[in-house]
């Protein structure tokens, strides 16, 4: 049994996205806090995303957005023309990847990525790469009473990786004295 007891909520679903090709997503609800990481591999997967976490995201924000690295089936649903994830919630803070291997000739779905995202920006959203957040407090964010997330640090946050899943954005979350680590790919 934990030591600590906490008052707060603390909810963590993994996501089946309804295709073959799955893809990772990860919605986690603390307190009133919606963190949701990377969006699947199709982007139809935002309408499956969307029809299940609105049963827990009522008032439309997603406190938190992280996409862990620049791989399709991290990102794809936050990509689609109409009606991306971006599209469908206000999110107040995306955090992503520090560096990726596509810069300069990255794919269309990749370009798309960037301006949903850079759209969202515009519309109020903090963006945060993920070498920033650990810059800001030590990457410790406080999401709900007892509940916290840390964007850990990483060599690849600053230094060219052969492999997109080494630029993988991790993340810690504490609840009381347990401790959930999200780690990409």
């Known amino acids: 049994p934990p030591r600590m007891f906490v008052e707060g909520e603390f909810q963590v679903h993994f996501l089946e996205l309804g295709n073959k090709y799955t893809g990772d997503c990860t919605y986690i609800k603390a307190g009133e806090t919606d963190i949701l990481i990377d969006g699947g591999s199709r982007t139809q997967s935002a309408d499956t995303i969307s029809a299940y976490i609105d049963q827990y995201v009522t008032d439309g924000v997603l406190e938190y957005v992280i996409v862990t690295h620049a791989h399709q089936d991290h990102y794809a649903a936050f990509t689609r023309e109409d009606g991306s994830l971006f599209d469908r919630y206000e999110v107040k803070t995306i955090i992503d990847f520090a560096m990726t291997n596509q810069e300069g000739g990255g794919t269309n779905m990749y370009s798309r990525y960037l301006a949903e995202r850079d759209a969202e920006i515009a519309a109020g959203a903090t963006h945060l790469t993920a070498a920033e957040a650990v810059q800001q407090n030590g990457g410790v964010f406080t999401l709900d009473q007892g509940v916290t997330m840390?964007?850990?640090d990483s060599y690849y946050y600053y230094n060219k990786a052969e492999s997109e899943n080494d630029y993988?954005?991790?993340?810690?979350f504490t609840?009381?004295?347990?401790?959930?680590?999200?780690?990409?790919d």
Do not use: E, N
């Open 150 to 152: 840390t964007v850990l």
């Open 168 to 172: 993988s954005v991790c993340t810690l």
């Open 175 to 184: 609840y009381g004295d347990y401790h959930y680590l999200f780690t990409g």
